[in-house]
C-alpha cells in the first residue's frame, strides 16, 4: 500500500497492523505520539479515514445553548465559569430558553446541544423542564444535553441514583449525551487541572449506564496542556475499553486547549502539527470508534481543512455563533458561525464530500445548500 522509503521496523510493524485492522497497542500509539514523522502517521490515519468513510465529511445544523455560566467548580483550564453575581455571569430563565428556541422555528437545524456551568441549585425537574419547553417549540429537534459533570451533580441534588436520573431525563425527551467533562483521565493530570468535579470513574459510569439505557454519547479529551503522551494514550484505552463493552460512542472528539483568561494561561498551545498529529493518532488509536470530530470553532477554519487529511472525518455543526465557552479561553473564531453553504465549502475545498448527518450518524444526505 504504501510507497514510502527508509521505513523502520516499528513503522513496518504498524503498517501492518493498520493494513490488517489489528487494533494498536499503547506502546503503538505511544510511539506514534513520540515520531516526528508527520506525514507517515497523517497517510495511515487517512488510509483508515478512508477505509471507513470514504471521502465523506459529516456535518450537521444545529445551535447551542449554555444556559448559565455559574459554575460550583473551578476548573484550572476554564475561563468561562463565573461565581453568582460576579462580573459576566449569566443565568438564562426558562422563558429566556424558549426564546432562544423560537428564534430557530422554520429553521432546518437538528440538534441543540446544551452544555454549561455546574449551578449550585438546580435539579432533574428543572432541566427535565428546560427539555420539555424545548421540543414543545422545536418538537423534532435531537436534544444532546448535559455532560457527566452536570448530571453528576444535578442527581445528587434531586437524590436520583445515576440510572435514575438518566431514565428520567430520557423520559423529559434527552436524546444523547455531549462527551464534555473528560478532561484527562490520569489522576496524576486530573488532580491539578480539575480535582474535584467528577471523576474519571464518575464520567465512564454515567456514559456506561447512559449506553446501557439506549442514550448514546460522544467522548472528548482535553489535550494540550500539562497532560504527557501517556496520559493521552492512557484515556483513549479507557475510552477504547468502554466501547468495547457498550459501543455507545458516536464520535471522538479531540479539544485543544485554549489559553486565554484561565489558571493555565502561562502554558502555550499545541501547534498546529500536534493538532494534527493528536487527531491522526486518535484515529489510529480508537478503531472501535467510528467518527472523529474536529469542532472548528474551537481550532479554526484552516486546521478544520488539514485535519480532514489526518483521519478526521466530522467538523460538527453550524453552530450559529451560540457558544461562548472556546471564544472567552481564545479560539480561533470569536462568533463562530457558519451557513451550511460555508460549511459545505470548507469541505469541499479541502477535496472532501459534504454530507449531512442526523445527531447520531444514523441518516445521512447530500449536502443541500
Ligand atoms: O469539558 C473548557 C472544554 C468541554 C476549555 O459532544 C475547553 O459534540 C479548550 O462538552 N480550552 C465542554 N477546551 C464542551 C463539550 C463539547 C464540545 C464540543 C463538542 C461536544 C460534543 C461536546 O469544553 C469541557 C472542557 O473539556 N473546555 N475550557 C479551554 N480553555
Ligand atoms: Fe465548571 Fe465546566 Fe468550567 Fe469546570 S470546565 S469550571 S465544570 S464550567
Redesign the pocket.
Known amino acids: 500500500m504504501f510507497k514510502f522509503r527508509n521505513l523502520t521496523a516499528e513503522q513496518i510493524r504498524i503498517i501492518n497492523k493498520v493494513e490488517n485492522q489489528t487494533p494498536l497497542s499503547e506502546e503503538d500509539a505511544l510511539f506514534l505520539y513520540r515520531s516526528r514523522d508527520i506525514a507517515f502517521i497523517g497517510a495511515l490515519a487517512h488510509y483508515v479515514r478512508t477505509r471507513l468513510h470514504g471521502l465523506s465529511t459529516y456535518f450537521n445544523r444545529n445551535f447551542h445553548i449554555e444556559p448559565t455560566n455559574i459554575c460550583i467548580y473551578d476548573?484550572a483550564?476554564?475561563?468561562?465559569a463565573r461565581r453568582p453575581g460576579q462580573e459576566g455571569a449569566w443565568e438564562y430563565t426558562l422563558d429566556e430558553i424558549e426564546n432562544i428556541c423560537r428564534s430557530y422555528v422554520g429553521k432546518p437545524v437538528t440538534e441543540v446541544?446544551i452544555?454549561g456551568g455546574v449551578h449550585p441549585k438546580r435539579g432533574v425537574e428543572y432541566y427535565g423542564e428546560m427539555i420539555q419547553r424545548i421540543k414543545k417549540i422545536l418538537p423534532h429537534i435531537h436534544v444532546?444535553a448535559f455532560?457527566a459533570?452536570e448530571l453528576k451533580v444535578m442527581f445528587a441534588r434531586s437524590k436520583m441514583s445515576i440510572e435514575e436520573g438518566l431514565l428520567a431525563l430520557k423520559n423529559y425527551g434527552l436524546d444523547s449525551?455531549?462527551?464534555?467533562?473528560?478532561?484527562i483521565f490520569h489522576p496524576e493530570v486530573r488532580e491539578k487541572i480539575c480535582d474535584t468535579k467528577a471523576s474519571t470513574e464518575n464520567w465512564l459510569t454515567i456514559h456506561r449506564t447512559a449506553h446501557q439505557l439506549g442514550i448514546p454519547?460522544?467522548c472528548?479529551m482535553?489535550y494540550g496542556h500539562i497532560e504527557k503522551y501517556e496520559h493521552r494514550v492512557h484515556h483513549m484505552m479507557l475510552l477504547r475499553r468502554l466501547q468495547e463493552e457498550t459501543h455507545g460512542f458516536n464520535?471522538f472528539?479531540p479539544?485543544?486547549?485554549?489559553?486565554?483568561n484561565?489558571s493555565l494561561s502561562h502554558i502555550p498551545e499545541s501547534t498546529i502539527v500536534e493538532d494534527l498529529k493528536n487527531y491522526a493518532v486518535a484515529r489510529l488509536y480508537l478503531h472501535n470508534i467510528s467518527h472523529i470530530?474536529a469542532?472548528w470553532p474551537?481550532i479554526g477554519k484552516t486546521t478544520t481543512q488539514l485535519s480532514l487529511s489526518f483521519g478526521v472525518n466530522d467538523v460538527?455543526g453550524t453552530i450559529d455563533d451560540t457558544t461562548k465557552?472556546?471564544s472567552m479561553?481564545?479560539?480561533e473564531d470569536k462568533n463562530p458561525v457558519m451557513t451550511t453553504e460555508q460549511l459545505v465549502q470548507l469541505i469541499e475545498s479541502a477535496g472532501f464530500i459534504p454530507i449531512e448527518r442526523n445527531s447520531i450518524y444514523t441518516q445521512f444526505q447530500a449536502a443541500v445548500v
Open positions: 476548573c483550564f476554564c475561563s468561562f446541544h452544555v444532546k455532560t459533570v449525551l455531549p462527551g464534555g467533562g473528560a478532561e454519547s460522544n472528548t482535553l464520535t472528539i479539544l485543544k486547549f485554549r489559553n486565554e484561565n470530530k469542532y474551537m460538527d465557552i472556546y479561553a481564545g479560539a
